[in-house]
């Protein structure tokens, strides 16, 4: 006898939220870390160099510290369902209607999202080969260039979970 490879779909797609839930909670405390530690970074910097004191290598730190902000950021956004639709034109829809919209963005959102995760593999690949480090401080970039990877593709899983709840007509929970 055959068994299904999905017993219970509800169940499985609650465990798949539970789940990338407490990555994307894990993820966001990490992207709040990140700009804590750049708003500390700007502080510094800007009263150090009021008093002429300049410090080099805050601007590559910066920098670094600009990747988890921003891709932390989105996976969370997309947890949220705060990232960019149109609310005004879905309102409109009645609601299986607007559950299969927003359930089809998501996944042709997906689509882009994907192309840039494989580029930034590609990238992460080459540059890591080459043993890529910042100028003036010598950090290795390679962690950082993983850990956009590892966010663009967090937020792929949760953009798919969202279209499939919403296909589904199941409401997400936050």
Same mark, same amino acid.
């Not at 009263?47 to 805050?58: H, N, S």
């Not at 005004?88 to 409109?92: F, H, K, N, S």
């Given at each position: 006898m055959v068994r299904p490879l999905i017993r219970n779909p509800g169940?499985?797609?609650r465990?798949?939220?539970k789940t990338l839930g407490w990555l994307v909670r894990l993820a966001a405390g990490l992207g709040v870390a990140s700009l804590v530690a750049l708003m500390v970074l700007t502080v510094v910097t800007v &009263? +150090?160099?009021?008093?002429?004191?300049?410090?080099?290598?805050?601007y590559v730190l910066a920098e670094l510290l600009l990747i988890?902000?921003?891709t932390c950021a989105l996976a969370f956004a997309a947890w949220d369902g705060s990232h960019t639709k149109v609310e005004?034109?879905?309102?409109?829809f009645s609601s299986r209607v607007s559950d299969w919209s927003q359930g089809a963005m998501l996944l042709l959102g997906? &689509? +882009?999202w994907g192309f840039v995760l494989y580029a930034g593999v590609e990238e992460?690949?080459?540059r890591g080969e080459q043993g890529e480090i910042t100028p003036l401080l010598d950090i290795?970039?390679?962690?950082?260039?993983?850990l956009m990877v590892a966010a663009i593709a967090l937020m792929i899983a949760v953009c798919l979970l969202r279209a499939a709840q919403y296909l589904a007509h199941q409401e997400p929970r936050k």
């Open positions: 169940a499985d797609m465990l798949m939220e &009263v +150090f160099r009021a008093i002429g004191i300049a410090f080099p290598g805050t988890p902000t921003v005004l034109l879905v309102q409109t997906t &689509v +882009f992460a690949l080459r290795p970039v390679a962690p950082f260039r993983w």
